[in-house]
């Protein structure tokens, strides 16, 4: 029996392996995470010790999903509400980690949206709104540099950082 990954999640559920059986592993795309040891191959897998009950136990992660879309909404530091949506590129590089949390995906997108947050508190508004490029690239460096993502992922590139605009309510507290 194996096991298909659920498309809101990197990890699928854990599946036991067969005493003697195939587990077809797409080569770039997953890997098969047993008990502890990672396999990116499709391989042929023995579990003598499922003849004595005691199976061996295993999971799925993709290592290249689709880019992450995380929203921040926080004050800049002018004190003037702003929020950016970003695209994140990233691939799994640690998946004997990943497979032993319980929602890495919204872990991941906790985490990047708190350094979001952070960022948008330290600069002012008319910095994000007048960006020239510079806002990608920083932000880029702000999340690759977590401890919680260099134990885990790899970030390629932030494909698009997106201002949100202010209402015209808000617009008119600002004179």
Avoid at 144 to 159: C, W
Wanted: charged content about 25%; hydrophobic content about 40%.
């Amino acid at each position: 029996m194996t096991a298909q990954i659920p498309s809101d999640e990197l990890v699928s559920h854990e599946f036991q392996i067969s005493i003697f059986g195939w587990e077809n592993i797409e080569w770039g795309r997953e890997v098969l995470v047993v008990e502890g040891q990672v396999f990116d191959k499709t391989r042929f897998m023995v579990n003598l010790m499922g003849l004595i009950g005691r199976g061996k136990y295993a999971r799925r992660v993709i290592v290249n999903p689709s880019p992450l879309c995380v929203k921040a909404a926080s004050l800049s530091s002018d004190l003037f509400p702003a929020t950016l949506e970003i695209s994140v590129n990233y691939q799994v590089m640690n998946p004997a980690k990943i497979v032993t949390e319980h929602q890495p995906l919204t872990a991941l997108s906790d985490v990047i949206q708190g350094l979001l947050r952070e960022y948008i508190t330290a600069i002012p508004e008319d910095s994000i709104i007048h960006d020239k490029g510079d806002l990608r690239l920083e932000i880029h460096k702000r999340i690759s540099q977590s401890p919680f993502i260099v134990e885990r992922y790899r970030i390629s590139e932030i494909l698009m950082v997106r201002y949100v605009s202010r209402t015209m309510k808000q617009l008119h507290k600002k004179d």
